[in-house]
């Protein structure tokens, strides 16, 4: 776990600060990410940490763009700290899938690959349990 892992999580409420999956349902901690990475020029400050799961953080990686698959266009990915979630990504109750409402939320979904048959049926469970979102 690194340094600014607690208060990371805290202002998270330990929920991946992407797609929102509750951190009490795994078996180790979430990450504490750079939302915008240090090779792409991001500071190393709290204003720049995320709590994010491991499937997230992965799919990331550096990236802070993508293409929106409607228009294809490129667009900065979902920022955390300036994005509200539920403006650009809504989750579909009875599938568990997490869906794009606007050009940084559908890029948001497809670069970080938030729709996994696995992710989707995780997500039932945790919406039947009143854990998400």
């Known amino acids: ?7 990371v999580a ?11 999956a509750p951190e009490v349902v795994f078996n180790f901690p979430f990450e504490v990410e750079h939302i915008i990475p240090i090779v792409r020029e991001g500071t190393d400050t709290a204003s720049n940490w995320a709590l994010a799961c ?7 990686g550096v990236h802070i763009e993508h293409e929106d698959p409607v228009t294809r266009a490129i667009v900065p990915l979902y920022h955390p700290r300036e994005d509200p ?8 109750v009875d599938t568990g ?3 794009g409402q606007t050009a940084i939320g559908r890029a948001t979904v497809a670069r970080l690959e938030m729709n ?6 995780a997500r039932q469970h945790w919406i039947s349990l009143g854990l998400f979102p």
């Open 1 to 7: 776990m690194n340094p600014p892992y607690e208060g």
């Open 10 to 20: 805290l202002r998270a409420r330990h929920r991946c600060e992407c797609c929102h």
């Open 54 to 60: 491991r499937a997230r953080n992965v799919r990331k």
């Open 85 to 92: 979630w539920d403006v650009h990504v809504r989750v579909e």
């Open 97 to 99: 899938r997490i869906e």
């Open 116 to 121: 996994s048959p696995a992710q989707c049926i």
